[in-house]
């Protein structure tokens, strides 16, 4: 690799020097720990929050938590293990500004403070505006955010954009996962925890030393299966599993006194009976009555086994899967300088998906197939050289290079039920089910059964960066920092969808076309683009940080790759690419520490403004029927956020953290209409009641929602929780018993694109429980309890095709408990 060969040249010259830790800090064993302070526990309440002993990299450098003028929370390994956190959709109940949902592997997103990818949406031609780190490799596909952390030593969470220190330009956040490093002490872990549903989980890793002081192993293994939480009464089975397997080993090589090489591999497959959403709902639309979910439902004698969604019970006809393998392999390289540091991350890796969904959430066979199964492969190369230590200026600057490329072999049937659910059946009376006469295509089964589309679906993704920052300490309290990052994207895609009724001929009727149509098209973009950021930091006290930051930033424009709308035959292509979102950031920030450091308090205030948001839109744009990937005018987000961390005694520890999310659209004036609004001619402002909290005028085409909420995102979100402990001893060994709990909550949130009283997720709040012994460096038993009150929510709603009124939804966890047993050799 060339830039391995470019350290390995580089060594030789470079005169041996330790790392400079962060003042007041020393380095031992490989443990960050500051002077007057215990060392990092990753103990919820210090590693989550930050409390002045903690050391993060989310610049790039060792520095502890309260200096670096970024909002930016931690959790710790003990943290996850302790409270159950180990994937990102379970650490939303820790951190209030995070967002997570899925509603499969690869329909899922990743939001901060509301921002990140359009809400309900999965289109290969963009990217997530939030990234995700693993051990400083870019993982590009948000499905990676599904599976299980292995051996991780912290999880950070940085909160606004970060392209100007990140691979890749991070426009709403980044969540940086490190894991363990190897070690030359020889050391083991194992965790096992048993609960009920048949949950388990295992996990392990084991670390030492292949050639004394030179070469060091480390292998990590994480295992969960748990059989599934809702029930199908057609196929006898349970649905919604869990199936995980991890795999992960690094390889530390101290080639010389100045440079370090680190070799890492993964596999991780997951395998589930996953994921069917079920029953929430009905609403009126505009469509005719007889075109509405109940008639067309009692049409065909069918009723959903429970209109309850917290009995927990589906009748799709469709056997579900959500497989999906993700590995990869990657070398960072870290050559001492003397004063500085070079740093090279090479890697490459892989998503593989494997699915089988049924998209009309119901046992009737209207679309039993409905998959897009898709390879992805990636290759990037980072190089970056940043000071070390503290300095009257310090530095970063880097090269990035990105590759990927994505195969998607999509395929929709239509079943025979889809004619009487999908078409028209004519001039009939209102509330009527039947047809206005017995030839008519909606009364004919065969029309629409077996219709099929076929879609071959390509992808390339070139970028590549240069970025960079660099901090003047005018004095010893005031710091100002100014970073820039030059980028360059280029896209380019195939899509060609070839449609055969169920005979397998290419003729299709009116009727056949308007549900599936055939189209072929080739969109390319490219793009360069400047970014940079300003912050201005001061030290009040040395406990007493504040700062001011300025961004702007891009994320980059995209491609639509799940079709285009038609003008009668031929898609339009001027609806093939999406111009990149312009986003200006204002941020202030506030860290404290008191009462001898045993009470941390942040405070951050900001505000983001989104300029030409990538989202969903409809046909004012182009003057046809179908949703696409577009510019939608301009979004706002902003809030203030805390996270406090307590220590009354050296017995208890306490936090509680806050944010206060105003998320809107400043201008979207031709979004999808919400289902109160969709499936029927023109209305006027004359019927506003058919549109509670929706300004403007509407048509049959899209809906004007400036100036509503962004979807996924709560106005108030809190977490909450306490660990109190007491000295004991259990069969001659000292420690601790303790009891824990975390709490959360969530106000109410939209679930839609175009808010609808249909989807709003009512607010809630989950409490968890804990409690055990624990020996320091030795054993840890506790019993746990999560969603104690057994509380009925919604992970997520969303609505079936077509404007029938029905909605679907995506019952969260119901009360788990189980034991977790962990050992530290």
Known sequence: MLTLAMLLAVQDAAPAQTPTPPPGASVEGGQVDVEGEPPVTGRLGTAQQGGGDIVVTARRRAETVQRVPIAVSVIGGAAIAETGAYNVGRITQLQPSLQFYSTNPRNSAANIRGLGAPFGLTNDGIEQGVGIYVDQVYYSRIASATFDFTDTERIEILRGPQGTLYGTNTTAGAINITSRAPSFTPEARVELTAGNYDFFQGKASVSGPLVADAIAIRL?????????????????????????????????????????????????????????QIYARTGLTQRPLNRQYDALAAAQGYRVPSTNAFDR??????????????????????????????????????????????????????????????????????????????????????????????????????????????????????????????????CNPAVLNGLTSTNTIGF??????????????????LQLSGGLRLNYDKKDGSYVSVVTTGTGGTALNADQRGVLAPQTYRPEFDNWNLSGDVTAAY????????????????????????????????????????APEKVDHFELGLKTQFLDRRATVNIAAFRTEISDYQATVFNGQLGVLRGYLANAGKVRTQGIEIDSAFRPTARLNVYANAAYTDAKYVRFVDAPCPPELSGGAAATAANPASAPGTPGGFSPANCDISGLRLPGVSKWAFSYGAEYNLPGRIGGLDGQYYLGYDGSYRSTFSSNPSPSAY???????????????????????????????????????????????????????????????????
């Open 220 to 276: 990590s293994t994480s295992i969960t299966t748990r059989r599934g939480t809702i029930w199908n009464t057609t196929q006898r089975e349970w649905q919604n599993s869990q199936d995980n397997l991890g795999l992960r080993s690094q390889i530390l090589w101290r080639a010389t006194p100045t440079l370090d090489l680190t070799f890492y591999g993964d596999y991780n497959r997951q395998n589930p009976n996953c994921c069917v």
């Open 313 to 442: 019970i589906t009748d799709v006809d469709t056997d579900l899967r959500a497989k999906q393998e993700l590995g990869g392999l990657s070398l960072v390289g870290a050559l001492d300088l003397g004063g500085a540091e070079l740093t090279s991350v090479t890697a490459w890796r892989f998503w593989n998906w494997d699915p089988s969904n049924d998209r009309d959430f119901t046992g009737l066979a209207i679309t039993p197939v409905s998959a897009n199964p898709s390879q992805q492969r990636q290759f990037s190369q980072e190089l970056r050289i940043g000071s070390v230590g503290e300095n009257r200026v310090d530095y970063t600057l880097g090269a990035f290079y990105f590759y990927q490329t994505i195969d998607t072999q999509g395929s929709q049937v239509q079943g025979p039920a889809a004619s009487r659910f999908l078409l028209n059946p004519g001039n009939v009376p209102p509330g009527v089910a039947g047809c206005a006469a017995p030839t008519a295509n909606a």
């Open 460 to 477: 390339t993704n070139t970028s590549a960066a240069l970025f960079g920052k660099l901090t003047w300490r005018v004095t010893d309290a």
């Open 539 to 578: 030290a009040v006290t040395p406990d007493v940080n504040a700062y001011a930051t300025y961004a702007r930033s891009y994320k980059s424009g995209g491609i639509n790759l799940s079709g285009l709308p038609l003008d009668g035959v031929n898609p339009i292509l001027a609806a093939a690419t999406v």
């Open 759 to 825: 989807t709003n997720i009512k607010g809630y709040s989950l409490s968890n429980l804990r409690a055990g012994f624990k020996a320091e460096g030795s054993w840890n038993v506790f019993a746990w309890l999560r969603n104690a009150f057994d509380q009925d929510y919604y992970d997520v709603l969303a609505l079936q095709s077509g404007s029938t009124g029905l909605v679907v939804g995506q019952p969260g966890d119901p009360r788990t408990y189980g034991v977790t047993v962990s050992r530290a050799f």
